[in-house]
Structure formats: structure tokens, C-alpha cells
């Protein structure tokens, strides 16, 4: 029984080393076919040459000589072959600084660790049901076998479907024959050992590739990154340099209308660029300034050439072009602030010189006013052409305040260029109208006064204050109640429907009476009331029949202590018989004075007699009204 093991496995060793030499020679064009008689049918000579290369190759050899070789010896032939294929195929294989054969099994036992039918003892036995060599190929190649789809008791159609498939889709010769090694006891350790170092060769061959491709494709990421991380850069900072260049000419090419919304505006949008756009920038700088450092690391990492960007995509050529950007922004700046200010300026320029132009004006037609002199048609023409230049007056102000608005718009609280204001000028204006209106009125009345004779001036004087005094608007004419109250206080006092009437034929049916027409009113009310006769008749009364009259008569009828003065000093004392209640105090001949009234009406004038008719008898009897007076004296 040990006979028939001893050459079953020296009949497996020699087909298996026969088919190793094979797969080397196979470069050569050489075959071995019996390796015993192949290797012995050379001379002495060159056999013991070959056998002094193999040892300056380093390999031990113990009891092999030529002489063997030539002989035939099988066992020294396969021991010397065995020697060849450790050295030459199975030495090179280290695991953890074990020996060959130690680091071979355990490169084994990993790779098939995961499989729980398959336990990798030895390169004998833990062989020969082919599950060892399936788990190898299905842990290296998943795509070639379905492991767990397999009937783990085929063990000779397991063993040739990863022979057939090592052999074909990865390139491991068959150095075994699947009756070599299926269900046998105790296969052939070296025949095993050889064909598995194959395999550990071709798959760590493989790893190799596979790991060379990995850092290929490690690499071609990486740098594909690179390189898209180099053509982000050079975009983004292509894109930043135009926009600068864009907003710099923007910059330049901007102009200003000339007014403080448009320059205000200017400002708003230099202001949002600094606090948006600007931001943006700096911040895309820094990012690029990064980008282009993390770009240099990577190359750094894989010791290849520094990436330096073109000379018009640098960060020299954006550092450049970021101070030309800054001078630009601080000149833009001073330029909107300047500006602004001479905008601000200009306004309040253009404000003091129409403002002190109207106050100007203003106070000339003032002075024109204060300094009338001369005949009232003179006088009244001049005020007229006063009047006439308020209307332009009116349309300038409304200049001046459409300038006042601008400065207010302009947020300008001060001008040291005029101390005036819209309003101040706005209210000397309405002084200066009233105060031509007034003399308008005034020189307009003083006409018509002059030409109402039949009055006395202090009647016309009279009638002419209450008429202002009940004007409350200054329109030199009286509405329907102005107009009674203003009789009323003159003590002329009607029904309302008769004060209607008067009202109406007074103004001409039109809802208001003018000067003329009150003082016209006024003297059809008193000129029948103001004749000698009356005036004599006054004064008979005061003195209740005497022929003269006394102080105190007259204070009894209150006629006004100047009055009295008055008429103390011109009346003549009376002469003639009295009464013995007066004798004591002065007697005035109110009858001697009043005969020498009638005999010098014509000096009328030297004699103030109208004090006495005004004070005396005034709205003794109501307005004539078809010859007829119907009021009632107060």
C-alpha cells in the first residue's frame, strides 16, 4: 500500500512539475513531454552548468549532482524540480514574515475565512472536495461563480468548474488533474502547493492591478477634482475681474443731473453696492484665494507640478485690480459727496436770492406805500399799479416755496445765505396786501369823501370809522348784517324787513354796499336834518325856551365836554332878562350866535358849527325813503 501511494504521488508530482516547466518554457517555443528522460538527454557538461547557475542563483542543493540527472534518476529530478519551484515560485510569497509555505497557507486561510464549509488545514486534504479553490475564486472574482449555489457534494464537478474557470478567465494553468486531488485521502502536498501558489500569483497579480487601478482612479479623481477645481477658479475669477472692470467703467461713464434726487439716488445705490455687491466680491476673493491654495496642496500631495494660473486669470492681476477698484470706490465717494453738497449749496443759493429779491420787493412797496404824497388821483393811481404787481408777487412766492420744498427734500435745515423763511415771507405779504388794499380803500373813500359836500368832515370822519370798523375783512364794502350793525351804532335803528330794503336799493341789488354807497346812504339819511333852522331849534330845546343857554343845559342834554369848550369859546353872553336859577353862572345867546351863522354860511368853514350839528341832533329823524323818514332815533 505505501508502494502504490509512494508512485501515485511521484506519477502526480511529475505530471504536475512536467506542466509547471511547460508554463514557463512556453516563452522559449519548448515542451517537455517526460521530464526524467528530457532533463537527462544532455551531456555531462551541460548539466553540471546548469547546475552551477541554479546555485549562483542562490538555491541550495543537497545530493544532486550531474551525474544524477544524467541517469535519469526520477526522484532526484523531481526533488531538483521541486527545488526550483520553491525557489523560483513559492519563495517570494511572505504573510507576516512566515516561512513560504507557512505565509501561503495563510494567505489561504484569509481568503476563504468567510466560507463555512471550507477549512484550509494544509495543502492536502483541506483540498479535496474543490469548495477551498470555489471560495477562492468566488472571494476574487464574485462574477465568475455563485458560491452558494453550488452542490457541495459534487466534489469533482466543484473542482473542475474552478479549474475551468482559473484556467480560462484568469489565466492559471492546470498544473492538476481533478482525479489528482477530488476525494483523494491525502493528495500530493508539493503538486498542491505548486498549483496554489498559481493561484495566490495570478490573485495577487490581480490585487495588484486592482489596486494599481484604484490609485489610477484615485488619482483621476483626485485630479479630476483638480482640474475641475482649476476651471472653477478660472471661471469664478475671470467672472469677479469682469464684473470690477464693468463697475469701475460704470464708474467712470456716470453722470449727475444736477439735482438732489438723482444725486440722493446715486448715493442709495453706491450705498447698497457696498453693503451687498462689494460684500459678495470680498468674499469671492478670499474663496478664490483659497481655492487656488487647496488646488497647489493637492498637487503638493502627489508631488506634481504646482498649477500656476495664466498671468491675466493671477491673484497678482486680482490684487492689482481690487486697488484700482478701492481708488475708484473712494473717488466715487468724494464725488457723490461733493455733489450732494454743491446741490445743497446751489439750493440754498438759489433760495437766498429769490427770498432776498422778494423781501426786496416787499419792502419797497412798502416804502412806496408809507411815502405817498400829493393829489389823491395821483395817489390812488400809483396804489392802483401797486395792486397790480401782487399778482407777480404771488407767482414768485410759489417759486420760492417750490425751492423750499427741494431744501427740505434736501434735508438743508440751515442758510447762511438769507435769514428769511417761506413763511415769514409768506406772512409779510399778506401784510403788504392788506396794507395796500387798506390804502386802496382808504384813498378810494377819501375820493368819494371829497366829493360828498353836504357832509361836515367830522360827519364824514364819523361815518367812515364805523364804516372800517365794521368791514371786518377789509373789502371796502359791508354785507347785509355788517351794514345794520353799522347803522345801529350810529343809532339808526329799522325793521328787518325795512333794513332788507335799504340793504337792496343801497347796494343795487348786489349782495354788499361799497363806501360810496353807504356815505351816499348816509347822506340822504342826515341832510335834511342838518339845517340852521334845526340847529336853532336844537338849542331852544336844550334850553327849554330860554332865550339863552348854560353849561349846564347843555351837560344836562350831554353834549360832550368838548363840545362844550368849544362852544364856550365862540357863543356871545346873553344881556337880557334870566332866569334867577342861572344868575351866577355865564349865559350864552344862543340866538346871537346862531343869526350870525345864517348871516356867514359862506365862512362856514372859519366857524366849526358842524361839531355842534354832529353832536346834537345826528339821527334825529330816520332815512328819507320817497321824501319820508321812517327810522327811529336811539
Partial sequence: MAFADQQRWITVQQKTFTKWLN??????????????????????????????????????????????????????????????????????INQEGMSAKEGLLLWCQRKTACYDEVEVRDFSASWNDGLAFCALLDIHRPDLIDFDSLDKSDHKGNMQLAFDLASEEIGIPKLLDVEDVADVAKPDERSLMTYIAYWFHAFSQMEKVENAGRRVEKFVNSMQGVWEMQSTYEKRIAELLKNINAQRDEWSQSTFEGTYADAKAQAADFSKYKRGQKRDWVAEKSDLATLLGNIKTKLGTYRLRPYEPPAHLSLNKLEDDWTSLAQKEMGRAQLINETIRDIKNALRKSFADKANDFAMALKTMQMAISGLDGDLED???????????????????ETILDVETKCIEANIEENDFTTYSYDELAYELTLVKSSVQKKLAFLENQMVA???????????????????????????????????????SLGLVFSEDEMHDYFWETSGGKDEV???????????????????????????????????????DLRHSLVPDEVIEQLNGIMPLHTGPDMSADRGMPQYDYIAFMEKMLNNQKESDQVPSGVLQDRTNVGESGPRKDGKANGRQI
Fill in 450 to 488: 371829497r366829493n360828498m359836500t353836504n357832509l361836515t368832515p367830522i360827519q364824514l370822519e364819523e361815518f367812515e370809522s364805523v364804516f372800517r370798523h365794521f368791514d371786518r375783512d377789509d373789502s371796502n364794502a359791508l354785507q347785509e348784517l355788517e351794514f345794520s350793525a353799522a347803522l345801529a
Fill in 514 to 552: 361799497t363806501f360810496e354807497q353807504f356815505i351816499r346812504f348816509m347822506v340822504d339819511v342826515t341832510e335834511d336834518q342838518n339845517t340852521a333852522e334845526q340847529v336853532f331849534q336844537s338849542f331852544r330845546e336844550v334850553a327849554d325856551g330860554k332865550p339863552y343857554v348854560t353849561e349846564m
Fill in 23 to 92: 508554463a514557463k518554457l512556453i516563452q522559449r517555443d519548448l515542451e517537455v513531454k517526460d521530464i526524467v528522460q528530457d532533463m537527462s538527454d544532455g551531456k555531462f557538461e551541460n548539466a553540471n552548468l546548469a547546475l552551477d547557475f541554479i546555485r549562483s542563483r542562490g538555491v541550495q542543493m543537497t545530493n544532486i549532482g550531474a551525474e544524477d540527472i544524467v541517469d535519469g534518476n526520477r526522484k532526484i529530478v523531481l526533488g531538483l524540480i521541486w527545488t526550483l519551484i520553491l525557489r523560483f515560485t513559492i519563495s517570494d
Fill in 379 to 397: 395817489q390812488l393811481h400809483h396804489v392802483r399799479k401797486l395792486s397790480s404787481n401782487l399778482a407777480p408777487l404771488d407767482r414768485y412766492l
